[in-house]
């Protein structure tokens, strides 16, 4: 069965204190990766799409790196406002539904 | 921002009553889906459009109806409201032809009494 895991579910970081969210899947032929950011009370917004294994994305201070089993987003030198929950997900050879995993929920404290 | 807009925003209803979610699209994107969002779930597929009155079942879809006769609207139906339906509910849109970035609307808040 295809699936979506995040790591970990919840962080708190101090602003300035870089760190890494995991999205780790099982799926029978990657398509593509994404990466979404979400606000309380949002629907998800749109960060990066990664399609091969070491692909890169860079916006800002997040980076987003793929291997042939995880993705990791990396949040360099945060801030408060970088503060959200950020979901992964995926798409399959074949089929055009995305699996998503359950977020990781990040606070960065000022 | 993708033009995307759900209707209504907040519903409140009662077990046992039909309820019908709106989803309207300005980007003549060919695929829609629809998501529920429930804490420690993440994103759960319903239903999924991918053109004029062709759709196809998620991985939650019992209780759930959708309907597409135009390429700009979504509909999701509760045809009989249950607690267990209570939930945050997401409308998405794709268009593979040009890129498989889904964009998603603001949101539905469904509370089922």
């Known amino acids: 069965e295809d699936q979506v895991t995040q790591s970990p579910e919840a962080l708190r970081l101090q602003e300035g204190e870089s760190s890494s969210l995991n999205c780790s899947y099982t799926?029978?032929?990657?398509?593509?990766l994404f990466w979404y950011r979400q606000d309380p009370g949002k629907g998800p917004e749109f960060l990066f799409t990664l399609y091969s294994a070491g692909e890169e994305k860079e916006k800002e201070r997040l980076k987003a790196t793929l291997t042939k089993k995880e993705s990791f987003l990396h949040i360099t030198a945060p801030k408060p406002e970088d503060s959200a929950t950020y979901l992964c997900a995926v798409t399959t050879s074949g089929t055009y539904k995305y699996i998503f995993g359950t977020g990781t929920r990040l606070k960065v404290l000022a | 921002d993708a033009g995307i807009t759900q209707s209504p925003r907040h519903k409140v209803t009662e077990t046992g009553t039909p309820v019908t979610l709106r989803c309207h699209q300005t980007e003549n994107h060919r695929y829609m889906y629809w998501y529920r969002q429930d804490p420690g779930h993440g994103l759960r597929l319903i239903h999924y459009?991918?053109?004029?009155?062709?759709?196809d079942k998620g991985e939650v879809s019992d209780g759930y109806s959708v309907s597409r006769s135009k390429t700009e609207d979504f509909l999701l139906t509760l045809e009989s409201a249950t607690s267990s339906q209570t939930s945050v509910y997401f409308c998405?849109?794709?268009?593979?032809?040009?890129?498989?970035?889904?964009?998603f609307g603001p949101g539905t808040r469904l509370l089922v009494l």
């Open positions: 998405a849109i794709s268009d593979p032809a040009s890129t498989e970035t889904q964009y």
């Open positions: 459009s991918y053109g004029v009155k062709d759709t």
């Open positions: 799926v029978s032929g990657l398509r593509g």
